[in-house]
């Protein structure tokens, strides 16, 4: 695919429309780390800024996943996604940077656009690396926005936007779906490397006996799906935002929370802060190391341009999977 990146003489309409007669675009820049949409910083000739999400397909560096049709976390990007978790996001008072402008009709490109305030380039992962002191309010207020997030039940598992819609299949459990999408990431991961391929038997029977201690529940929670401290922005107000919202559903909360033990280490005690089930994280953590290694050999094949992280952490990765079993 050749990809065609947006440039700032493409935004002159929206820019007008949006701030005034009298504004023009100066400069947009390509944020890293977007790799289903189009992250951009635009800048404006008085200096100032905003960010411009784009849903494109030439924005979107992802390969099709191995389908589990009513798994929710699933191709979980696209602008009706987006607004949807906005709103639901707003009405349990977590922050995301504020939505300026949405479109979806093609009026000022041709793409699903949203234009949201430009909250600064600190992410609390970087905090938390480079100036831990720095790093421990932000962290107390995010384990409150989870707190309110994993307290708001549903009836319903799924996307929101397929909740809404009566859409979202509730015909079987999610530990049941949660372990068909590991054994597809499995299956896909083994045909790539061959210490997988070896294992194979041995990895699926751990996954078994994990399932196998999970007791039936209908208990779901509002999560954001793949919360990491990169997915965290920290303005100079120090009130933290959320971004890459649109994985946002109801599930289990222990999904949530195994990601969240994953990928905030140290600093994860100050992020829970409801009763969880321990078989039932183990089980959802096992599952996400297979994810971790399925998913960045997946993109590793295509263009993504930094493909030699993604294989480091599918190395990472397989080293874990193959330790416990």
Same mark, same amino acid.
């Given at each position: 695919?050749?990809?065609?990146?947006?440039?700032?003489?493409? &935004?002159?309409?929206?820019?007008?429309?949006?701030?005034?007669?009298?504004?023009?675009?100066?400069?947009? /820049?390509?944020?890293?780390?977007?790799?289903?949409?189009?992250?951009?910083?635009?800048?404006?000739?008085?200096?100032?800024?905003?960010?411009?999400?784009?849903?494109?397909?030439?924005?979107?560096?992802?390969?099709?996943?191995?389908?589990?049709?009513?798994?929710?976390?699933?191709?979980?990007?696209?602008?009706? &996604?987006?607004?949807?978790?906005?709103?639901?996001?707003?009405?349990?008072?977590?922050? #995301?940077?504020?939505?300026?402008?949405?479109?979806?009709?093609?009026?000022?490109?041709?793409?699903?656009?949203?234009?949201?305030?430009?909250?600064?380039?600190?992410? &609390?992962?970087?905090?938390?690396?480079?100036?831990?002191?720095?790093a421990v309010t932000p962290l107390s207020t995010l384990g409150d926005?989870?707190? =309110?997030?994993?307290?708001?039940?549903? #009836?319903?598992?799924?996307?929101?936007?397929?909740?809404?819609?009566?859409?979202?299949?509730?015909?079987?459990? #999610?530990?049941?779906?949660?372990? /068909?999408?590991?054994?597809?990431?499995?299956?896909?991961?083994?045909?790539?490397?061959?210490?997988?391929?070896?294992?194979?038997?041995?990895? #699926?029977?751990?996954?078994?006996?994990? =399932?196998?201690?999970?007791?039936?529940?209908?208990?779901? =929670?509002?999560?954001?799906?793949?919360?990491?401290?990169?997915?965290?922005?920290?303005?100079?107000?120090?009130?933290p935002a959320m971004v890459d919202i649109e994985g946002l559903a109801?599930?289990?909360v222990e999904w949530e929370h195994a990601w969240l033990q994953l990928?905030?280490?140290?600093?994860?005690?100050?992020?829970?802060?409801?009763?969880?089930?321990?078989?039932?994280?183990?089980?959802?953590?096992?599952?996400?190391?297979?994810?971790?290694?399925?998913?960045?050999?997946?993109?590793?094949?295509?263009?993504?341009?930094?493909?030699?992280?993604?294989?480091?952490?599918?190395? =990472?990765?397989?080293?874990?999977?193959?330790?416990?079993?």
């Amino acid at each position: 695919m050749t990809r065609a990146v947006l440039q700032s003489a493409d &935004l002159h309409d929206l820019v007008v429309d949006q701030f005034g007669a009298d504004r023009r675009p100066a400069a947009l /820049d390509r944020l890293t780390g977007g790799s289903k949409k189009g992250v951009y910083r635009l800048r404006l000739d008085d200096q100032s800024t905003a960010i411009l999400y784009v849903w494109a397909a030439g924005e979107n560096y992802w390969p099709p996943a191995p389908a589990v049709p009513d798994d929710p976390f699933t191709d979980a990007s696209g602008v009706e &996604l987006f607004a949807t978790n906005y709103a639901a996001l707003s009405a349990v008072d977590v922050r #995301t940077p504020r939505l300026l402008m949405l479109d979806c009709a093609g009026r000022y490109h041709p793409a699903d656009l949203a234009l949201v305030e430009d909250v600064g380039a600190v992410t &609390l992962e970087a905090l938390m690396e480079h100036d831990p002191a720095a790093a421990v309010t932000p962290l107390s207020t995010l384990g409150d926005a989870l707190c =309110r997030m994993h307290t708001t039940r549903g #009836t319903h598992y799924g996307k929101l936007a397929a909740i809404a819609r009566g859409e979202a299949l509730q015909t079987r459990s #999610t530990e049941d779906i949660i372990q /068909d999408r590991a054994r597809g990431h499995l299956d896909a991961a083994a045909a790539r490397d061959a210490r997988l391929a070896d294992a194979h038997d041995r990895i #699926t029977d751990h996954l078994r006996r994990l =399932r196998g201690a999970v007791t039936v529940r209908h208990d779901y =929670r509002l999560i954001h799906g793949e919360l990491g401290p990169d997915h965290v922005l920290v303005p100079p107000s120090g009130a933290p935002a959320m971004v890459d919202i649109e994985g946002l559903a109801f599930f289990d909360v222990e999904w949530e929370h195994a990601w969240l033990q994953l990928r905030f280490g140290d600093a994860y005690p100050a992020l829970q802060s409801v009763e969880l089930d321990p078989n039932r994280l183990e089980f959802y953590r096992f599952a996400q190391v297979l994810s971790l290694i399925e998913g960045p050999l997946r993109i590793a094949d295509t263009d993504f341009p930094d493909r030699r992280w993604m294989l480091a952490l599918a190395e =990472r990765n397989i080293t874990k999977a193959l330790a416990v079993i």
